[in-house]
């Protein structure tokens, strides 16, 4: 489904459905490493003798992030995470400001009070974001 909604988009855009857009797109959904930046897709594409500039990722990333496929994400760390923008549920990030380590939370509550906050502002609200920085476990003990 998100291969044809991105072969779409490209269409619409005048451009191609490339080899490298192919592989980028296919590491991006594929894989279990959730938010991966640029450099890491670039690192498991070179692993797999795969090679793509990393020009064509910065370029297909933002292609897969205007056709609303993908998620930009700001973990804090001069360079934005990606992460597929597939229907699940309503979730945060907490990031460890000391290792960098990335967990995802959700709450059943989280689109109710978004929704409120939302219309007690007149505000319709589409899409959100909610990153928590602090320190994790491991990260406490030291």
Known sequence: MELKAFQDYL???RLKF?????????????SKKIHPNAYEI???LKRKGQKVSLASIYRT???LVRCGLVSEIDFGENHSHYEPDVVKVA???????????VKE??????LTILSKIGKESHFMTDKFS???FGYCAN???K
């Open 130 to 132: 909610i990153q928590v």
């Open 61 to 63: 990333l933002s292609l």
């Open 105 to 110: 939370f959700s709450h059943e509550r989280i």
């Open 42 to 44: 670039h690192r498991r």
């Open 11 to 13: 269409n619409s855009q």
């Open 91 to 101: 979730h945060g990030h907490l990031v460890c400001l000391s290792c960098g380590e």
């Open 18 to 30: 490339t080899r490298p857009r192919r592989l980028i797109f296919k590491e991006i959904f594929s």
């Open 139 to 141: 990260c406490q003990k």
